[in-house]
């Protein structure tokens, strides 16, 4: 719901920073590796019951992940980074909850099994659409430039990544975050579709 609002904000600095990396020779799928390689380390964090950690490696993973696109930017964008970012994002998207799961199965495994289900809805409309909108030429730049169609939706990467930091934070908390954000997405996912249906249908 905010990606669009923050990418204004947001895309400038991280452009600068992008042109730097460029002109030292950085590769935006090596950017890419190792911000996944951080986010794999908050899980990991997390799992071990060091949430400030956690809390540290999830800020860098998402600051990779802006990087490696404005490198795409400043040199040359293909498939293939396109298909590692959101997919290497899936899988962090995934881990986090799981993470959180391991460290406290009983207070919990429930509502991150909630909320990873979730996330399949919605990731499942999201990515279905794009699929469908690259075979009919489909394009938009709403949320920025991307790989792929980008459906808005109410839970986006935004406010992804401030439940996750806030679940660091205060990590007692999380059982009513799930939840909530779990909710959140559902109708997120049912919008994502209604939207997708309309457009295919018009198209």
Not at 21 to 41: D, E, H, K, Q, Y
Request: overall charge neutral; charged content about 15%; some cysteine.
């Amino acid at each position: 719901m905010f990606d669009a609002r923050i990418r204004p904000l947001i895309d400038p600095p991280l452009n600068r920073v992008g042109h730097l990396l460029a002109r030292a020779g950085v590769s935006p799928n090596a950017v890419t590796l190792f911000g996944f390689a951080i986010g794999i380390g908050a899980a990991v964090a997390i799992a071990s019951g060091f949430f400030l950690l956690g809390f540290v490696l999830i800020a860098l993973n998402r600051l990779a992940d802006g990087l490696d696109g404005a490198l795409a930017r400043a040199t040359q964008k293909t498939d293939l980074g396109g298909y590692l970012d959101i997919t290497l994002d899936f899988f962090f998207y995934g881990a986090i909850p799981l993470a959180f799961a391991i460290q406290d199965p009983a207070a919990n495994a429930l509502p991150a099994a909630a909320l990873l289900c979730s996330f399949y809805a919605n990731g499942s409309a999201f990515l279905a659409f794009a699929i469908m909108a690259e075979r009919r030429g489909l394009s938009t730049d709403k949320q920025g430039a991307k790989s792929l169609y980008y459906l808005g939706g109410l839970a986006e990467g935004t406010e992804t990544i401030a439940l996750f930091l806030l679940m660091a934070l205060f990590p007692s908390w999380f059982a009513l975050l799930a939840w909530a954000f779990a909710a959140v997405c559902f109708v997120s996912a049912v919008a994502r579709v209604m939207i997708g249906v309309k457009s295919l249908d018009r198209h």
